[in-house]
């Protein structure tokens, strides 16, 4: 298409500033914004912004090519487009409306309640372990420091040791002894191809090992089995917010019809 481009910060009269542009939409970079806060991207991260933009001109050159090729189709797209506003703005003035009956404080006892009875919905679908993780340049020095000893944590010292040592030198460091963690979370950045995952769970594996640019330190002290139930102290925040939603929806079924009502009130609607 000969009137598609993208590009970015290109400033405009407005004082925002333009992201992109396809033929004649513009995307701004406080729409961006918007948009991206409620789609769960960050929109502090250039690359989360980049890969936003990009889908967005994506999206933006299907519109057009369709309403070129297709003018009904895409009248149908845009209606449907219409409708489909009405339901959000259902969901959002809901959301708002009944935010202020809605109890959000969940006992202990009530997490534990839930926890019991729904087990089953919590079933792992990776690993959760308890561990050190710590990567480092390969060019620094860990063996004059002890670390390659440290880190297996055997005496109460060693773990003040890693600290210090992470603290100086360390491109990542993760331990928390009092908190489960996925091990795909823990081990994101590990470039552990040639291992069998499996193995340096079950093993409890403490092991060090480098590539051209990093030393990598895992020592996993406690895991929990995939297909097995996680302890509820790891489910404790999303069993809270199941429960707090539950509440909402069942607000939204108890008063829904009588909010949409008093809404449309406000409104003057004609029927011809």
Not at 61 to 71: C, N
Not at 166 to 185: C, H, P, Q, R, V
Not at 255 to 263: D, F
């Amino acid at each position: 298409m000969a009137g598609l481009f993208c590009f970015a910060l290109v400033s405009c009269s407005s004082n925002d500033t333009v992201l992109a542009t396809v033929d004649d939409s513009d995307l701004t970079e406080s729409d961006a914004r918007v948009m991206m806060k409620h789609l769960g991207y960050n929109p502090d991260s250039k690359m989360e912004l980049d890969e936003f933009v990009r889908q967005w001109c994506q999206r933006e050159a299907l519109k057009k090519e369709l309403e070129s090729t297709d003018p009904e189709l895409s009248k149908l797209v845009e209606l449907r487009s219409n409708a489909f506003e009405g339901e959000l703005a259902q969901f959002y003035l809901e959301e708002e409306l009944l935010k202020g009956n809605l109890d959000t404080v969940v006992t202990k006892y009530q997490m534990a309640e839930y926890y019991s009875k729904n087990k089953e919905d919590f079933l792992l679908s990776d690993y959760l372990v308890k561990g050190l993780y710590l990567k480092v340049p390969k060019s620094a020095d860990f063996k004059t420091q002890n670390i390659d000893q440290a880190y297996l944590l055997k005496n109460d010292k060693d773990l003040s040791e890693v600290n210090s040592y992470a603290k100086l030198y360390a491109e990542n460091f993760y331990f928390n002894d009092s908190t489960w963690i996925y091990f795909n979370e823990l081990s994101k950045d590990i470039p552990l191809t040639k291992y069998n995952v499996d193995n340096i769970v079950l093993n409890r594996t403490k092991t060090y090992f480098s590539d051209d640019e990093f030393t990598y330190f895992l020592n996993i002290t406690d895991y929990a089995l995939k297909d097995d139930i996680p302890p509820m102290e790891f489910l404790s925040e999303q069993i809270k917010e199941i429960i707090v939603l539950n509440r909402l929806q069942q607000l939204k079924e108890q008063y829904g019809s009588t909010l949409i009502e008093k809404i449309k009130d406000k409104h003057e609607i004609i029927i011809h």
